[in-house]
């Protein structure tokens, strides 16, 4: 079974610039999430998606931060413009619902780390 | 509110010695629980679960964990650490509702050889 895909791995910009990361989940896994690591801390969601609907996007800085997931499988998260504080790794996860009776754990990329200059 | 609690940034412990990463939790009705591990430029692993069942759950690379419901503990174990462990390791709960999780901040295991 391919695991959650993400590109690019590596990005480095300058503030007030613009980026996106690309997330392709595991096949068949409805529910998708959008995470940012600072270095040191533990993830934080920033958004998630249940097919192609925004189940919660409490905790994404609106006015910056984008996303979309327009088919129901693969997403992109957009920062416009950058500031300094945006550096970190965006972890794209994936998993199945419960509503299907399965218990599902999460399954992580591998990141895409952002460095904003 | 839903919310996991790892009281040790930092764990230290020689190669061959039992180890303990510790978690605390608070959820409303029965938990979810899991732990993941990360290794310097990665994503997070899964390692183990608790969904119900027996309390003692073992996972990969013979890791284990004790789900204590008295004391809202989910703490991770391995009889015998070695040098390769040494990562950190993230604490979660699974909200059933709204298939959310909340994680930890985070144990920095290291293992001394």
């Known amino acids: 079974e391919a695991g959650v895909a993400q590109s690019p791995r590596y990005k480095i910009i300058e503030k007030r610039q613009s980026v996106a990361f690309w997330c392709n989940p595991i096949s068949g896994h409805a529910t998708l999430y959008w995470y940012q690591q600072i270095l040191g801390q533990g993830p934080k969601l920033l958004i998630q998606?249940?097919?192609?609907?925004?189940?919660?996007d409490s905790q994404l800085p609106k006015d910056r931060f984008s996303a979309e997931r327009l088919k129901g499988v693969d997403s992109t998260l957009k920062i416009q413009p950058a500031k300094l504080e945006d550096s970190a790794v965006y972890l794209c996860a994936s998993s199945t619902t419960l509503d299907r009776g399965r218990n599902g754990e999460l399954f992580f990329g591998e990141g895409s780390r952002l460095t904003v200059l | 509110a839903q919310s996991v609690a790892q009281p040790e940034d930092q764990v230290n412990v020689a190669e061959g010695n039992p180890l303990t990463v510790k978690c605390t939790y608070s959820v409303s009705g029965n938990p979810y629980l899991f732990w993941y591990v990360q290794y310097p430029n990665r994503g997070l692993q899964f390692l183990l679960k608790y969904i119900t069942g027996d309390n003692l759950v073992k996972g990969s690379y013979g890791f284990e964990a004790e789900f204590n419901k008295s004391q809202t503990s989910f703490h991770l174990k391995k009889p015998s650490a070695l040098v390769s462990d040494s990562a950190l390791y993230f604490c979660?709960?699974?909200?059933?509702?709204?298939?959310?999780?909340?994680f930890g901040t985070g144990t920095s295991l290291t293992v001394i050889p």
């Open positions: 979660a709960v699974r909200d059933k509702g709204g298939n959310q999780f909340y």
């Open positions: 998606f249940q097919n192609n609907g925004v189940v919660d």
